[in-house]
């Protein structure tokens, strides 16, 4: 293991009675962590003159890759050392906790939840002051609300640019693949809203459904497969005006005129005779016909 490096401005000798005291260092580190939490002496580092700090491993479970750092000195022509501090280090393979970011610079777009606040800070540069409160009755402030304005901050032209680069150079800007390979843009588009203010020279608001920035700000040279002007060609289907079901359809013999005279109640007594004998000529069914198959299978067949 190998401790952190000493500074490059120490540039003192390494005082001989520091160097050999490392059982006197061992005796402090034990008695600070117990003998079980101590382990070989790994190396030393010269503080400055007649000063020096031992290392020795620890052998705890929780700390693996770190070390026991014992500084010690000695006063000037003394004989014996004196221990200044016993503390634990991290080594070169310690782990050890990430460097503590700020919570304000940990928050990255999309992370706030539904109960969430991000507070907005008071010098924020993106902001600037709505208006200037000059005590105006209920009244009037009452009519500039139902304007659109009164706000106590609005963007600031800070602001403002900011979100128009942020906007033209995203995903829904025109250097998009989507939008370098459409063959129209949004200024064209009937789905494209125009933004108010200055920004609306640059940005609208899609609001087709089926396009991938529906319902998002996108630039007026942004485009996409969606384009109100996209027209398909479609084609004529054949008419089925005069389409025929021949699946159920059977060829059935003429009935004379007597037959159907007979069949609607409107014949004659001699008519009904000679009636009867056409209708029975025509109920004979021929061979291999439908009418021929039911009656052979014992099933009364009618004719209209």
Not at 146 to 165: K, M, T
Not at 184 to 210: P, Q
Request: aromatic fraction near 6%; hydrophobic fraction near 40%.
């Amino acid at each position: 293991m190998t401790p952190v490096k000493a500074p490059d401005q120490v540039r003192a000798k390494a005082d001989a009675i520091c160097v050999a005291a490392v059982d006197a260092a061992r005796e402090a580190a034990v008695e600070e962590a117990g003998a079980a939490q101590v382990g070989e002496h790994l190396s030393y580092r010269v503080e400055g003159e007649r000063l020096l700090t031992h290392y020795f491993a620890s052998t705890h479970p929780g700390y693996v890759g770190w070390c026991w750092a014992v500084t010690i000195t000695r006063a000037s022509r003394a004989k014996t050392v004196t221990v200044n501090e016993v503390v634990m280090l991290p080594g070169d393979e310690a782990i050890v906790a990430p460097e503590w970011v700020p919570w304000s610079d940990r928050v990255q777009p999309g992370d706030l939840r539904p109960g969430d606040l991000y507070p907005t800070p008071a010098d924020d540069p993106r902001l600037m002051p709505g208006f200037a409160d000059t005590g105006a009755p209920d009244e009037v402030l009452q009519v500039v609300e139902e304007l659109g304005l009164g706000r106590a901050r609005v963007l600031s032209p800070i602001g403002r640019d900011d979100a128009a680069e942020r906007w033209y150079g995203g995903e829904l800007g025109p250097e998009s693949p989507i939008a370098q390979a459409a063959p129209y843009k949004c200024v064209s588009c009937g789905y494209w809203i125009r933004l108010a203010d200055s920004l609306g020279r640059v940005f609208g608001a899609c609001s087709n459904e089926m396009a991938p920035g529906e319902g998002r700000v996108v630039a007026a040279d942004y485009g996409c497969g969606a384009h109100s002007d996209v027209v398909v060609d479609s084609v004529d289907n054949p008419s089925t005006e005069h389409a025929f079901d021949t699946t159920g359809y059977d060829d059935l013999d003429p009935v004379s005129e007597s037959a159907v005279e007979l069949l609607a109640g409107s014949a004659s007594a001699e008519d009904v005779e000679e009636g009867a004998e056409v209708v029975g000529e025509a109920a004979e069914p021929e061979s291999g016909s439908v009418e021929l198959a039911a009656a052979e299978a014992g099933v009364e067949s009618v004719k209209a």
